[in-house]
């Protein structure tokens, strides 16, 4: 079973330029998360699908971040105009459906590494 | 949000055993304790999941007191590949709050 794959696993851009990270979750994983660390700082949280639908996006940090998931499969994250604090390790993670006997398990994306120059 | 409060880094050698403990004092009824290893480059990996008492899998055993308030994560015999990193998250079906934390750096020298 294929994992969690996100594209490009590096990028490098200059300040103002436009940046799309991509995510493809386990096939039928309907939970997807993205996450990012940037330097020196733990991981955090940014955003999170059921489907295609956004159930909560209270960690991204401003309005130049953008994501979605068209018809709930792979999710883009774009981020316009990048800034240089934008530089750090975006994590894609996704897990199945909820199951209220057992507490679900995230399978994260090998990260994409943004530096912002 | 739980928070965890982890040593930040520990040295052991190959064919050691690897105890490391976690400290999640404000856990709450429902929250399970999950811990998951980040290798260099890579995404973080599931490597166990309890609720209470202990658990153990192929990989490691997770220790969880009847307080709850700690866990300790238990690798046998490590070896230079079990190098990296190694998070306690303490939630349930809320990763929009899982506190990550810097982690436990462990190193494993031969």
């Known amino acids: 079973e294929a994992g969690v794959t996100q594209f490009p696993s590096h990028s490098v851009i200059e300040k103002g330029q436009t940046v799309t990270l991509r995510c493809d979750p386990i096939?039928?994983?309907?939970?997807l998360y993205w996450y990012r660390r940037v330097m020196g700082k733990e991981i955090k949280f940014l955003l999170h699908?059921?489907?295609?639908?956004?159930?909560?996006e209270s960690g991204m940090p401003n309005n130049r971040f953008l994501a979605e998931r068209t018809g709930g499969t792979y999710s883009t994250l774009k981020v316009q105009p990048a800034e240089l604090e934008d530089s750090g390790v975006y994590f894609c993670?996704?897990?199945?459906?909820?199951?209220?006997?057992?507490?679900?398990?995230?399978?994260f994306g090998s990260g994409t590494q943004l530096s912002v120059l | 949000l739980a928070k965890t409060t982890q040593p930040i880094s520990m040295d052991s050698y190959e064919g050691q055993e690897v105890n490391i403990t976690c400290s999640h004092n404000n856990i709450a009824t429902n929250d399970y304790i999950t811990w998951y290893q980040q290798f260099p480059s890579q995404g973080p990996r599931f490597i166990i999941q309890?609720?209470?008492t202990k658990v153990t899998n192929e990989v490691a055993s997770l220790f969880i007191p009847a307080d709850r308030k700690s866990s300790t994560l238990s690798l046998p015999r490590v070896s230079l590949s079990d190098t990296a990193v190694y998070y306690c998250?303490?939630?349930?079906?809320?990763?929009?709050?899982?506190?990550f934390g810097s982690g436990t750096k462990l190193n494993v020298k031969p």
């Open positions: 699908f059921v489907k295609e639908s956004k159930q909560d």
């Open positions: 096939s039928g994983h309907d939970n």
């Open positions: 998250l303490v939630g349930r079906h809320n990763f929009n709050k899982f506190y």
């Open positions: 309890g609720y209470k």
């Open positions: 993670a996704s897990s199945q459906d909820r199951d209220s006997t057992t507490n679900e398990k995230l399978f």
